[in-house]
Every structure is written in structure tokens, then in C-alpha cells.
């Protein structure tokens, strides 16, 4: 059945590099196998992969479902154990691509549902995608097409308009916002969560008369160059910067780390930072601002266009601002996790004494494959949030001040 999707101009470019790819999807994770796929797989007669899968493929037996029925074996080093010594996937090469499980054919794509309509974009986590997403200096483009999917399997995020009348506006007012480059990319995201806190106060019986007027009233706000400058000057706090930073990573180590990429960039950053149990903040903070200044500034004043991409993306993906219990919520749990990719590229810039290209796709890469996947993770920090009174539109200012 052929539906309209809606996709990131990037995504017609996106083909898998295999082997000659520096992350492999089929590492650190776990590989869920769907029923129909399993029993296909038990179901092979071909000589030597028949044994393979048999070996290497067995029934979930935690909390099983259609979906998650199976799963894949991954070797010592966390590998899936279903790789050629090159990297290729033995399903593929050897059954071909309408073998492969829901899991694997899927990603990196990220399929969602709104009404009778199909999304589609990429996630970060894949390097191939990553670059695609967010090294496109003019900004992501959408165009609508049509595509025959079965999108009963594939669909991760639905919602009905009917339920979420204003999820339009507000997605296509977040995205405008974003990628309106009259202003720095930290003050759009400032002037986005003034915007949210506000309707996020407002009964949502009365969002049919006060949407639009407070729309227009932000984006004024934007253009005007007065009150962008009070904005600006809005005192810094970055002792409170770098002990939010402590706490949030200390969340992540608590939870181990399985890529050895993230790791990498983990440890450059908390070694140029200082920033250990340990450590004095205000040593942490003067480097800081030091690295930010010397290193970061330079590198981001000719390249904001990527972190305005992994905006613009994750809105789109995620089906923001209704991804969290509430519109503000979903605001503040954007705002940590530009915040946390912009900590690491401070850190990582001081060590490297600057910034590259293939550094910032490193970390934005091996920090989604990280975290961005990791639904406990992100349910704890919104948790540490609450319980420290953190999520608040002042501090997200302070997360976003440089």
C-alpha cells in the first residue's frame, strides 16, 4: 500500500556504507529479531548459514512479543556474531536484504505516523547518517513523496491530530524558529522555551484563540534586536553549568558505556575539564571558558549550522514538543541535550587544541548511539531535574549562556 511521507531532503542521499563504516550498528547494542523473521530464519535450508543462524539466533525470554521474539548473540568483544571479518552482515550477503530482521533493516531510519501520514528521517547514531544530517551548511529541506511501507511494523511514534490539534503549528513554529539564522543559535532556543513556558501556562482550552497572537509575539521578539540584546546580557552562571554537567555524567557512568567512541570522547573532556569527584569547580569553570573562547568559539562561529541540523532533526524525529508529559518538558529535555553535546565539544577542544569536521561527528555520533537510545538514561535525568528544581526556563538559560 503506497502512503505519502513526509522526509528530510538528506534521507535520499543516505545509503549504508557497511564495512567501510567507523561505528558498526551491530555492536554495544542488543539485536531484537521479530517473530516473522525468526521463524524465517529457522526455516533456512542453505548450507552453512543454516547452522549460523540456528547458533547465533535465540527466543527472548524476557518479556517477549511479536516484535522483540528473538534476539541475536553479540561475541566478547559485544559484536553481533552474525559479521563477516570485513564487517558486512552474513544475513544480507548470503539470504539477501528481505532476510534481514525489523531491526536491522530499519535503521538507521525512524518511522513515525501523524494521521494517514508516514515520516520518515534518520537518526544520528549512524556516522553515514550523522553527516548527512548535520553537515548540510544550508539547512534541512522536507519534500513529500510516496513510498510503499508496511507501516504497522515500522512506525516507533504515532499521533492523531485529532488528539494533538496544535502539533502542527507548534512543529512548524519550533523548525522556522530554529532555522531563522537572524540570530545566534543559543538565543533561538532561548526565545523557543520563553515561548513554551508561556503557552505551556495557558489552559489548553484557550491555545484555539492565544496560539497564533503568542506565536507572532515571539517571533517578533527574534527580530528584535533591543530585546535580543537584554537577552544577552542576562547573567552567566557557569559554576552552576559545570556541576548540572558533573551530575548528568555521573548519571551516564552509573549506567556503564558500551562505545568505545563515546568513550574516547567522554574521557577527552573530562580530563581537559577537570572534571572529576575531585575537582574543583572553579578550576573546571576558568577552563571553560577558556577552551570556549580559544577553541570552540572559532570553530562554531563557521559552523552553527550543525547543531541548528541536530535541532531541526530531533524535533522532527522525535515528534516534538509531545515527546515528554508535557510541551516544556520536551523543551528542557532538547536544551540538556544540546547543552551536554556542547560540554563535550568544550572539553574536546581543549584537549585537541581545537575543533574538526570529524571530531564534532565523533561525539554527536557516539553520543546518540549512547544516549539518545537510551530511555532510562533520559527518564533519570528528567527525574534529577524535577527532584533538584533544575527545570526551570532560568536554568535553562544558564545551560544555554556560553
Keep these: 500500500m503506497k502512503r505519502e511521507i513526509l522526509i528530510p531532503e538528506y534521507l535520499t542521499n543516505f545509503s549504508c556504507i557497511g564495512a567501510a563504516c567507523e561505528d558498526t550498528c551491530c555492536a554495544g547494542w542488543k539485536v531484537t529479531v521479530d517473530k ?9 535450508k542453505t548450507p552453512g548459514i543454516k547452522d549460523e543462524l540456528k547458533k547465533n539466533i535465540t527466543r527472548e525470554r524476557s518479556n517477549p512479543s511479536d516484535a522483540t521474539y528473538g534476539k541475536i548473540k553479540m561475541n566478547e568483544k ?27 533493516s530499519v ?11 508516514i515520516e520518515k528521517s534518520l537518526t544520528p547514531s549512524c556516522p553515514e547518517a550523522a553527516r548527512l544530517i548535520l553537515l548540510n551548511e544550508e539547512g534541512i529541506g522536507f519534500i513529500i513523496d510516496e513510498e510503499r511501507t508496511n507501516t504497522n511494523v515500522l512506525t516507533v511514534g504515532q499521533i492523531q491530530s485529532n488528539d494533538n490539534l496544535f502539533f502542527w503549528d507548534l512543529r512548524m513554529f519550533t523548525i522556522e524558529m530554529l532555522q531563522n539564522r537572524k540570530q545566534a543559535f543559543e538565543v533561538r532556543l532561548i526565545i523557543i522555551g520563553m515561548f513554551l513556558q508561556k503557552l505551556h501556562e495557558i489552559p489548553r482550552g484557550n491555545w484555539s484563540t492565544q496560539l ?8 517578533n521578539v527574534l527580530e528584535d534586536d533591543a530585546q535580543i540584546k537584554l537577552l544577552l546580557n542576562l547573567p552567566q552562571n557557569l559554576s552552576f553549568q559545570m556541576n548540572m554537567a558533573k551530575e548528568l555524567v555521573k548519571y551516564r557512568l552509573t549506567g556503564g558505556v558500551s562505545s568505545q567512541r563515546y568513550l574516547d570522547c567522554l574521557n577527552d573532556m573530562l580530563k581537559a575539564l577537570h572534571l572529576n569527584d575531585e575537582s574543583d569547580i572553579n578550576e573546571s569553570t576558568e ?24 535541532a531541526v532533526n530531533y524535533v522532527f524525529k522525535n515528534l516534538f514538543p509531545f515527546d515528554q508529559p508535557n510541551i516544556f518538558e ?16 568544550i572539553g574536546m577542544a581543549g584537549h585537541h587544541k581545537g575543533l574538526t569536521i570529524e571530531l564534532v561527528i565523533k561525539l554527536i555520533q557516539s553520543y546518540a548511539k ?33
Design 330 to 345: 520536551s523543551y528542557v529535555m532538547l536544551v540538556v541535550n544540546i547543552s551536554m553535546i556542547k560540554l563535550h565539544l
Design 78 to 104: 559485544n559484536e553481533c556474531t552474525l559479521l563477516t571479518e570485513e564487517g558486512w552482515c552474513k544475513i544480507h550477503a548470503e539470504l539477501g536484504e528481505e532476510f534481514l530482521c525489523n531491526t536491522c
Design 287 to 310: 577552563l571553560y571558558k577558556r577552551f570556549y573562547t580559544e577553541y570552540y568559539a572559532p570553530f562554531m562561529n563557521n559552523h552553527e549550522y550543525i547543531l541548528e541540523n541536530y
Design 107 to 117: 535503521y538507521p531510519r525512524n518511522f513515525n505516523e501523524i494521521d494517514t501520514r
Design 212 to 219: 497564533e497572537p503568542l506565536m507572532q509575539r515571539y517571533k
Design 370 to 402: 549512547t544516549i539518545e537510545h537510551n530511555p532510562n538514561y533520559l527518564l533519570n535525568v528528567r527525574k534529577m531535574l524535577q527532584e533538584s528544581g533544575y527545570s526551570t526556563m532560568a536554568h535553562m538559560i544558564v545551560l544555554l549562556k556560553s
Design 36 to 44: 516473522a523473521a525468526f521463524h524465517k530464519y529457522r526455516n533456512v
